[in-house]
């Protein structure tokens, strides 16, 4: 029998598709709503692939309410899994009335419909970018949050805000921020990935595209931080076991256990890696040579942040399995598998 119905926003794109999978493995059903913005049909023929089951999926625009609401009155959800936002950091310094409209409207539009519908739970895709560079590392929960560097950050702060507020506000509205360090590889199948449109900004997809021919030279953002081998530290969580940590929070929700009606928690590792450390991990795994070079520092970069993962770990009883070698050899099989080598 299934668990229940979870709506999920942004579904087509990189984290929605694998965490697809892991809640429809898990036993929930699942109803998909992305506008394809950043994302194709393809994405949902993989996950029907990977699970042999047929995923309702509405091409919808999250800021419709009319074609949302159709969604809300359609299906009886026990919970919203919200991951539908625009996400270039870069492109959000130019453009951000597109990143306030998309990613604040969306959220406001969903959780108006929640409230107007009865559907008590949420989960929205927050990011380690909430912490800018932290005081101290590891960072937890409760390390105090940055003023953002750009507006896709400031998004993510409004965003938490948002739910905090709806959640003291609106009885029987429970939410839970998932805080994602750095995202990355693969389903082992490799009939799902990331689809990074034109030139990658993140470092794995750069990596790979090299790796594969698709460009020249990895640039490596700076060697002279203050770190072992000078360049920068993040937390890379496995695509896989974050998708798993949702399913997770979804249960916790759905069962009635959690501590507070807002729960916030980090998603990672708990592990830093240097980009260097990376880029050396990924040959050696894959048997590939990533050509690189060191250029000067990106602008906006912070030099190390990586998670705590305590609170993950003992209240939500998740933890990050994969390791590095695994998820950065399904790295490499998804650019393979999308290149056609
Ligand atoms: P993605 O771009 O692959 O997926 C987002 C999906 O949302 C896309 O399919 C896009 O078409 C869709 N979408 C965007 N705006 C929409 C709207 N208004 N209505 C309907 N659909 C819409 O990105 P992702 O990497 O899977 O990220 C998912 C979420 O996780 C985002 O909220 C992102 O900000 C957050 N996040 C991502 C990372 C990361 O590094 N990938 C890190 C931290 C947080
Ligand atoms: C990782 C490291 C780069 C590319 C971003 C967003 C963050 C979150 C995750 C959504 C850094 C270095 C990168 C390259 C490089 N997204 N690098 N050469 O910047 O930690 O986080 O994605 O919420 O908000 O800011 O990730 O993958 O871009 O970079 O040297 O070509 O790799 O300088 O040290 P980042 P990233």
């Known amino acids: 029998m299934e668990k229940g119905k979870v709506l999920v926003t942004g579904a087509a794109g990189y984290i929605g598709t694998h965490t697809a999978v892991k809640l429809i493995n898990a036993g929930f059903g699942v109803v998909v709503v992305d506008n394809l913005s950043n994302s194709e ?12 089951r047929e995923i309702p999926f509405v091409q919808a625009d999250c800021n419709d309410r009319a074609a949302l609401e159709e969604v809300f009155r359609a299906h009886e959800f026990c919970g919203v899994i919200h991951f539908a936002a625009s996400k270039a950091v870069g492109e959000s310094v130019e453009q951000p009335l597109l990143y306030y409209g998309n990613n604040l409207g969306s959220f406001v539009t969903v959780l108006e419909l929640m409230k107007e519908y009865g559907v008590p739970n949420i989960v929205f895709s927050s990011s380690a970018t909430v912490y800018g560079q932290p005081d101290v590392l590891p960072a937890t929960e409760t390390t105090p949050r940055k003023p953002a560097t ?7 702060q409004i965003c938490e805000d948002i739910l905090r507020d709806s959640v ?13 360090f750095n995202p990355i590889g693969a389903h082992p199948s490799a009939l799902i990935g ?30 002279d931080y203050n770190t072992g081998d000078g360049t920068a530290l993040r937390d ?36 830093p890696v240097s980009v260097l450390e990376l880029v050396r991990t990924f ?26 993962t305590t609170l993950a770990n003992t209240e939500l009883g998740w933890k990050a399995e994969r390791s590095l070698d695994e998820t950065l050899r399904s790295a490499w099989k998804w650019e393979k598998h999308l290149r056609g080598l």
């Open 150 to 156: 750009s507006p896709y950050g400031n998004t993510k």
């Open 236 to 271: 890379y969580i496995d695509v896989v076991d974050l998708a798993k940590a949702h399913v997770v929070a979804v249960e916790r929700m759905v069962g009635g256990d959690m501590k507070e009606q807002y729960e916030i928690f980090n998603i990672g590792t708990g592990r």
């Open 194 to 223: 990331e689809l990074p449109k034109g030139v990658p900004n993140n470092l794995v997809p750069f990596i790979t595209q090299t790796a594969a021919g698709v460009r020249e030279c990895l640039s490596i953002f700076g060697d």
């Open 41 to 52: 049909l393809s994405a949902i023929e993989g996950v029907r692939e990977i699970t042999g």
């Open 168 to 180: 003291a506000a609106y009885e029987g509205l429970n939410g839970i921020a998932l805080r994602y």
């Open 283 to 308: 040959e050696k795994v894959n048997g590939v040579a990533v050509p690189y070079k060191i250029v000067g520092r990106r602008a906006g970069d912070v030099e190390a942040v990586w998670a705590d």
